[in-house]
């Protein structure tokens, strides 16, 4: 499946009142030079309440809000770039496209990429002129923690964080526990990126994780901190062909703030 285009596409189509383009670097950096038109989305910081009930209505209504004030609807085509190539682009184009955005990609390589070409460069600030984006979620992208609970046997729990945090010797101090989901497997998010800032190739893929092969056609769910880092990996398994992979975009955040969810700790790496 196609999640990313290049600097080359996106040059050809610049200007275009079709395609918008969202900067999701830090507004620092936006400022002093981002892609001319490109509006700033800087979703990094942000926690998803929760997947409860009570939780995801709230992050819809966020969502609706974020949106609507970036001037999208839901039928244009949207490029996300960030720096280079990663989790803070993949985690604002899963937002959009959990939101109900039809086309949404990211561009690989990111502004570097784009400097690297001599391609023009822009620093006045795009506003945006606001609108109602009513946010029509796409269940099929989000694992919940009641989702988790009830996975099958044969799913797979795909920890993408640091192997400090998947066995609980690097603590966040926003989170109330450390440690894992039980029975997660870990890969970090790093792992499926290729070089040139791009997502890696099925052979180099097949290389790279002899044991993802069995799972093709099995539930995974992918999670890291706070969902940005499970959100790339999530697109590069996707990129792939690998249909039924969900983000639990609620992450260890949530599930170390819930003392009644189980957690594993140890030193031992599932990989």
């Not at 950096?29 to 981002?34: C, E, G």
């Not at 803070?88 to 690297?116: C, I, Q, T």
């Not at 890291?224 to 880092?229: I, L, N, P, V």
Request: proline share 5%.
């Amino acid at each position: 499946m196609k999640e990313t285009v290049t600097v080359k596409w996106v040059k050809s189509r610049l200007g275009s009142r079709k395609i918008v383009l969202l900067d999701a670097r830090s507004r620092r950096a936006y400022r002093l030079s981002h892609i001319p038109g490109a509006r700033h989305a800087d979703m990094f910081h942000y926690f998803v309440p929760g997947t409860d009930a009570e939780g995801l209505g709230l992050f819809h209504r966020d969502l609706a809000r974020i949106l609507g004030n970036l001037g999208i609807s839901r039928t244009e085509t949207v490029v996300v770039y960030e720096s280079g190539f990663g989790m803070r682009a993949a985690r604002v184009a899963w937002m959009l496209e959990y939101s109900g955005a039809r086309r949404v990609f990211m561009l690989e390589g990111g502004f570097r990429a784009w400097k690297r070409l001599h391609y023009p460069v822009d620093n006045r600030i795009v506003k945006s002129l606001p609108m109602t984006f009513d946010v029509a979620p796409n269940p099929s992208l989000l694992a919940t923690v009641d989702q988790i609970l009830d996975l099958p046997k044969t799913a797979l729990v795909l920890d993408v964080r640091t192997r400090g945090e998947y066995d609980g010797t690097e603590k966040r101090e926003c989170c109330e526990r450390a440690g894992r989901i039980p029975n997660a497997t870990w890969h970090e998010w790093t792992e499926f990126l290729g070089p040139n800032g791009r997502f890696l190739k099925k052979r180099e893929f097949e290389k790279a994780f002899p044991d993802l092969q069995a799972k093709r056609t099995c539930p995974i769910v992918t999670y890291c901190h706070r969902g940005a880092r499970a959100a790339s990996t999530f697109y590069a398994l996707r990129s792939l062909g690998y249909s039924n992979v969900r983000n639990y975009v609620g992450s260890w955040h949530e599930w170390s703030s819930r003392s009644n969810l189980p957690l594993e700790p140890g030193s031992e790496a599932k990989s």
